[in-house]
């Protein structure tokens, strides 16, 4: 559940619209926010969750939006800095694609939900904010989406999205955590190599 809720935020969240410095953080996401719900109404297919659309649409226009090497190096913790450089990438890498098909089997969640942006007091010395959104869904409870993002020199950057509390990172920490324990770096690399492995040929 917690994945769906997470995949499908995020998509309706982060888009195409000109990501820039000079922008707040919340105010991009309120600006993408009516582009991706438009584009879900107007296609049935990607509403739907076909498969090359979602993909498509992750890759141009979600995922260069997220900081996975941090992301990746918060969900395995520790361990990350006994790893070696190939090791992280290939981590980088799976984490990625394990995202990606998550986002494919979210959008046929999707229905009629709306997405509130709360406003944001952001100082000019600010470099890691939090963006705080609440998904309104009719007839059941309204669920808080936090978004934590960072400045960077390509523009603002998620690393960790909390939803009702939870974080996504720590989410991921724990199973991380137990696989590393059991079967190391490489056997961590190679559980999530399979499970995308098996999502492909699911799909």
Same mark, same amino acid.
């Given at each position: 559940?917690?994945?769906?809720?997470?995949?499908?935020? %995020?998509?309706?969240?982060?888009?195409?619209?000109?990501?820039? =410095?000079?922008?707040?953080? &919340?105010?991009l996401v $309120?600006? @993408?926010?009516?582009? %991706?719900?438009?584009? +879900?109404?107007?296609?049935?297919?990607?509403?739907?969750?076909?498969?090359?659309?979602v993909?498509k649409?992750?890759n141009?226009? /979600? #995922?260069?939006?997220?900081?996975?090497q *941090?992301? !990746? =190096? #918060?969900? %395995?913790?520790?361990?990350? *800095?006994e790893? @070696? &450089? =190939? =090791?992280?990438t290939?981590?980088?890498?799976?984490?990625?694609?394990?995202?990606? *098909?998550?986002?494919? @089997?979210? +959008?046929?969640?999707? $229905?009629?939900q709306?997405?509130?942006?709360r406003?944001?007091k952001?100082a000019?010395t600010? !470099?890691?904010?939090?963006?705080?959104t609440?998904?309104?869904?009719s007839?059941?409870?309204a /669920?808080?989406i936090?978004?934590?993002?960072?400045k960077?020199?390509e523009g603002?950057?998620?690393f960790?999205?909390? /939803?009702d509390?939870v @974080? #996504?990172? !720590?989410?991921y920490?724990?199973?991380?955590a137990?696989?590393?324990?059991n079967t190391g770096? &490489?056997?961590?690399v190679?559980s +999530?190599?399979? $499970?995308?492995?098996?999502?492909?040929? *699911?799909?």
């Open positions: 559940m917690f994945k769906k809720l997470f995949s499908a935020s %995020v998509l309706i969240a982060f888009t195409s619209v000109a990501w820039s =410095q000079d922008i707040a953080p &919340d105010e $309120r600006k @993408s926010t009516s582009e %991706v719900l438009a584009m +879900l109404k107007a296609d049935k297919e990607l509403a739907a969750g076909d498969p090359a659309k993909d649409l992750a141009e226009k /979600i #995922l260069p939006y997220f900081n996975f *941090r992301m !990746t =190096q #918060l969900a %395995v913790g520790r361990p990350w *800095r790893a @070696s &450089d =190939q =090791q992280k290939a981590l980088i890498e799976e984490f990625r694609k394990l995202l990606v *098909r998550t986002y494919s @089997s979210s +959008l046929s969640q999707f $229905r009629n709306t997405i509130d942006v406003p944001l952001l000019v600010d !470099t890691e904010v939090v963006v705080k609440v998904i309104l869904q007839g059941a409870a /669920i808080p936090d978004y934590s993002m960072e960077t020199r603002w950057k998620v960790d999205v909390l /939803i509390g @974080s #996504l990172v !720590t989410n920490r724990s199973s991380f137990t696989e590393i324990k770096i &490489d056997g961590l190679k +999530l190599s399979d $499970r995308n492995a098996k999502n492909v040929a *699911r799909k």
